[in-house]
């Protein structure tokens, strides 16, 4: 069963923020949002992960509400290479390490020149 | 660090042949991760494994799938006999203990069963 919702698909405009938006009203007090994207015939990549605070790294920032049932991934100033699948996570993370990440569809994003 | 290496990065067979698909993780990184992409299924978890110890093979689809981790520095998996069925990109991926970490992914090993 899913455990998050996105929109299958997404355009923005090159030097635009790109907002990317995640539903994940199950979620759990221990599980964690990761977001990874994978660019065209590459392995995915991480990009970032929260549990309820906001986030952000070299690469985007992640906002979470404060009721953790959904959040969004922004890409500050979106470029070409930002074109790719993104995928939303929800994850326990146990004392033992990570544990296994379930991918869903995510959602495609075409950065529009 | 040269990143997760996998290997080959293609490889094209015919049904009833054995394939050995090659993962090298991450130095230091004690989590392996075997995926598999195909179009109809997404990317899908077929095994991980801890310390090189086989922790969840829940997603292996079947026996023709087998998957071993001699050391902390390399790790395949095997099927035979290939089926058709199975060409798919299988990406292997690495992490770290300690939490919150993240998975390095390799580039993929494309695989075509003819």
């Known amino acids: 069963d899913a455990k998050t919702t996105q929109p299958p698909s997404m355009d923005c405009a090159e030097g635009r923020a790109a907002n990317l938006p995640c539903n994940h009203s199950?979620?759990?007090?221990?599980?964690?949002v990761y977001w990874y994207r994978q660019i065209h015939s590459q392995g995915p990549q991480y990009i970032i992960h929260?549990?309820?605070n906001n986030e952000t790294n070299e690469m985007a920032s992640l906002i979470i509400t404060e009721d953790r049932k959904s959040s969004t991934l922004i890409l500050p100033h979106a470029t070409l290479r930002d074109t790719a699948v993104y995928y939303c996570?929800?994850?326990?993370?146990?004392?033992?390490?990570?544990?296994?990440?379930?991918f869903g569809t995510g959602t495609r994003l075409t950065i529009i020149p | 660090d040269a990143g997760v290496i996998q290997s080959p990065r293609h490889e094209v067979t015919e049904m009833g042949q054995e394939v050995t698909l090659r993962c090298k993780p991450i130095?230091?990184?004690?989590?392996l991760f075997w995926y598999r992409q195909t179009m109809m299924r997404g990317l899908e978890l077929l095994i991980y494994?801890?310390?090189?110890?086989?922790?969840?093979d829940s997603g292996m689809p079947e026996d023709r799938f087998s998957a071993k981790m001699p050391n902390a520095s390399f790790s395949t998996l095997k099927i035979q006999p290939s089926e058709p069925r199975d060409s798919a990109v299988y990406f292997c991926?690495?992490?770290?203990?300690?939490?919150?970490?993240?998975?390095?992914f390799g580039p993929g090993t494309r695989l075509t069963v003819l």
């Open positions: 991926a690495s992490s770290s203990n300690g939490g919150a970490d993240t998975q390095y």
């Open positions: 199950t979620i759990s007090g221990n599980e964690y």
């Open positions: 929260g549990l309820k």
């Open positions: 996570i929800v994850a326990i993370i146990s004392n033992f390490g990570n544990e296994k990440l379930t």
């Open positions: 130095s230091g990184h004690d989590y």
């Open positions: 494994f801890n310390n090189n110890v086989p922790i969840d």
